[in-house]
Each structure stands twice: as C-alpha cells, then as structure tokens.
C-alpha cells in the first residue's frame, strides 16, 4: 500500500497568513495527488486535483504543486472560512489512500 | 444539481450486519465508478471500497477485505455497502463518493452527506 505521510498534523495561524502543508507518498504517484478541506460535521470538499489543478469554484488562494512523491499545498492570504483540517489523497493505487490531515487553526 | 444520499446508518451490535444505500441523483449515475469512504470519530479519512460503472470491477481495503461487500443497481441509481462481521473498530460516518469522471483515478469532487454506523453492545 501508498502511505501517505502529512506534515505538520497541525498548525495555528492567523488571517492573512501564508500557510503551507506538505504530502509525501512512499512512492511515486504519478501526479494522482489531491486536496481536500474538511470542517466539522460535514464532508471533505476537493480543492485541488491532480496535484496542481484548481477545482471548479475553489478561490485562487489555494494552489498545489509537486510530483513524483512529494507534494504541498498552499494557502495565500488565510481567510477565516479557511480554518478547517485538510487531507491529501493518492488515487493512482489501490488501496486508495489518505493523509492522516493537517488542522489549520487559528493562533 | 448532483446529490449523493446516504442511508441506513444504524446502532448495530459486534459480529452484527447491516447494509448502506447511496441514492444518486443529478447525474448519469450508470456512467461513474462509485467510492466508499469512511472516517471514525475524531479521525482521519480512509477509502473503504470502490466499483466501477457495470459493477463488474470490485476494490476494497485491507480492513474491511472478505466482511464488507460494494455492488450498485444502475436502473435504481443506488449504490451499496453491505458490512457483515462487524467489529467495534468499524463505527464511523461512512461517506458515498464520485469523480463523475470515467477514470479510476478521478478524485472525489462530489460527497454524500454520510451515514453513521455504530458498533457496540
């Protein structure tokens, strides 16, 4: 199985910050990275697909890059509604498989 | 507008069954493979299962391997998680998700809003 290794597990930030949460798979994935937001008591929203691309409707201040086995996901300019816990997602292998998540809160 | 309902989340006890519904609606569901994904309280989220569009390619998790079972109905536009042998370990919000995409590897751009099952005595 792809295990897919997040760091930190959590972090405390304020508005208007630059925030920043790496990915690594423990081999390649091929791109099959994604990014999804997850607030409490409802499900996981796809941010970012295929390592790099914005979904329809995400603000621009969120934004993927990386390949091979490592990848990050940025966030410009926190905005309040961002606070929230976020997973990456290999969907090249099966077992399709998650990032334990990272908390983004506020400082 | 695409939706994704959950249903048949119970109280069961250990060793127990159940089975959970995914009603689709607002799309081609016929056309897409079909995910499930759980998530225990107070945890992360993990892939339970998957089924492509006939129903004819089943995936799963090692966890769950030889207890749960995927399938769908296509003219009922339902997709299916039927769990024997429950254990404990298996209480969690189970999440029905798509791609709407033909590939396998689609990411999952569309969620129901889960179903909870508990597993205790």
């Known amino acids: 199985d792809i295990q897919m290794t997040q760091s930190p597990s959590s972090l405390s930030a304020s508005v208007g910050d630059r925030v920043t949460i790496t990915c690594r798979g423990s081999?390649?994935?091929?791109?099959?990275l994604n990014w999804y937001q997850q607030k409490p008591g409802k499900a996981p929203r796809l941010l970012v697909y295929?390592?790099?691309s914005l979904q329809s409707g995400v603000p621009s201040r969120f934004s993927g890059s990386g390949s091979g086995t490592d990848f990050t996901l940025t966030i410009s300019n926190l905005q309040p509604e961002d606070f929230a816990t976020y997973y990456c997602?290999?969907?090249?292998?099966?077992?399709?498989?998650f990032g334990q998540g990272t908390k983004v809160e506020v400082k | 507008e695409v939706q994704l309902v959950e249903s048949g989340g119970d109280l069961v006890q250990p060793g127990g069954s159940l089975r959970l519904s995914c009603a689709g609606s607002?799309?081609?569901?016929?056309?897409?493979?079909m995910h499930w994904v759980r998530q225990a309280p107070g945890e992360g989220l993990e892939w339970v299962s998957r089924?492509?569009?006939?129903?004819?390619?089943?995936n799963y998790a090692d966890s769950i391997e030889g207890r749960f079972t995927i399938s769908r109905d296509n003219a009922k536009n339902t997709l299916y998680l039927q769990m024997r042998s429950l254990r404990a370990e298996d209480t969690a919000v189970y999440y029905c998700?798509?791609?709407?995409?033909?590939?396998?590897?689609?990411?999952?751009?569309?969620w129901g809003q889960g179903a909870l099952v508990t597993v205790s005595s």
């Open positions: 998700a798509t791609g709407l995409k033909i590939l396998a590897v689609a990411p999952f751009a569309y």
């Open positions: 607002g799309f081609t569901f016929s056309n897409y493979w």
């Open positions: 089924i492509n569009s006939d129903g004819s390619v089943t």
């Open positions: 081999q390649t994935i091929n791109n099959y």
């Open positions: 295929a390592a790099s």
């Open positions: 997602h290999q969907s090249y292998r099966t077992p399709q498989t």
